[in-house]
């Protein structure tokens, strides 16, 4: 029964990984991450005013996050306890909840795309679709750097780090990184409402995805081959204003042998951050196009190391 199991969790993980292939996040469906964003919001409108608001954004965050690692501990156990089928069926469900790699991948071209057809300010709006920093004035050139800035960091956070979790710690482990990131990318800024009801949502994400960011990189240099991007990886991944994101962000400044950053405005706050790469060059819809390749071939590498480590070694 416990071989049976395995190669049961070895066909779910793939068969999920073949669901965010061919489909991507289902917009008719309900979604885990729906939920958990109402729930911080929940909370936010409620706690985030008054005094102590960082104590209080700290009992939130360990509160959700605890809250969801146990409920779906105790979803998954009732599950195996019921029957292995049950099991399987809710592995490949949330393990394809938690990818989010078709599409990232969708969202960074739509923006090529539509800024080609479009024009300049149908290309803004496109990308504020996917980015925290005002779009309201940026260049043709800036938008495209932007979309794949996004699409490096978002490879760790919405692609390797969900699955690295999963390794971790199963499917309680995927959907509680999910709550962390979630908790991030709504209460996460620098800004005057969530500078303090925020800030330990903002220090959690950066430990949950230390290895993550760090694995992504190294990944995209392994499915890559570039000899650049391993030395931008040490040359500037630590330059970026966050400890994480700036990895695959040099890693894929590498691949493509541009330059990403510089300063920009994130909800209003001036963010001065630096540049990260060596060359300054028009970037073209060959870039993006190379850039969903690498994330390609980066998801399922992760996929299957994932599959190999948890399920073949640690089995």
């Known amino acids: 029964m416990i071989e ?6 070895i066909l779910a993980v793939v068969l999920a990984y073949l669901l965010d292939l061919l489909i991507g996040d289902p917009i008719s469906l309900p ?3 729906v939920y958990f964003g109402r729930m ?3 909370f936010e409108k409620r706690c985030n005013k008054g005094n102590n608001r960082m104590l209080k954004g700290a009992l939130v965050n360990v509160g959700l996050i605890a809250g969801v690692f146990l409920l779906f501990f105790a979803f998954m156990w009732l599950a195996q306890s019921a029957t292995m089928y049950l099991f399987l069926a809710l592995t490949i469900i949330f393990f394809f909840y938690g990818l989010a790699n078709r599409t990232l991948i969708t969202e960074g071209v739509q923006v090529f795309v539509v800024l080609e057809t479009q024009g300049l300010q149908a290309g803004r709006t496109q990308l504020s679709r996917i980015v925290g ?6 260049s043709e050139q800036q938008i495209k750097k932007a979309a794949l800035e996004t699409m490096a ?3 760790s956070d919405g692609v390797v780090a969900p699955i690295f979790w999963y390794a971790v710690a199963g499917i309680p482990g995927m959907m509680t990184y999910k709550m962390i990131n979630t908790l991030d990318s709504m209460i996460g800024y620098k800004s005057e409402r969530y500078l303090y009801y925020g800030r330990i949502a903002a220090y959690i994400d950066d430990v949950a995805n230390y290895i993550p960011a760090r694995l992504t990189a190294l990944l995209m240099v392994v499915v890559s081959g570039s000899a650049r991007a391993f030395r931008f990886m040490f040359k500037f991944g630590r330059k970026h204003s966050s400890p994480n994101a700036g990895y695959p962000e040099s890693a894929l400044a590498g691949l493509l042998n541009v330059q990403f950053g510089g300063p920009n405005y994130y909800n209003g706050t001036y963010v001065d951050k630096p540049f990260i790469g060596e060359v300054e060059r028009e970037l073209n819809m060959g870039d993006v196009i190379r850039t969903s390749r690498i994330n390609q071939l980066v998801c399922l590498f992760s996929v299957i190391l994932c599959v190999v480590i948890r399920y073949v ?3």
């Open 313 to 315: 070694i640690l089995y």
């Open 153 to 155: 960091e978002n490879l």
């Open 40 to 42: 911080i919001a929940f």
């Open 4 to 9: 049976y199991l395995q190669y049961g969790l």
């Open 133 to 138: 920093r005002d779009t309201s004035e940026l």
């Open 31 to 33: 979604h885990p991450i």
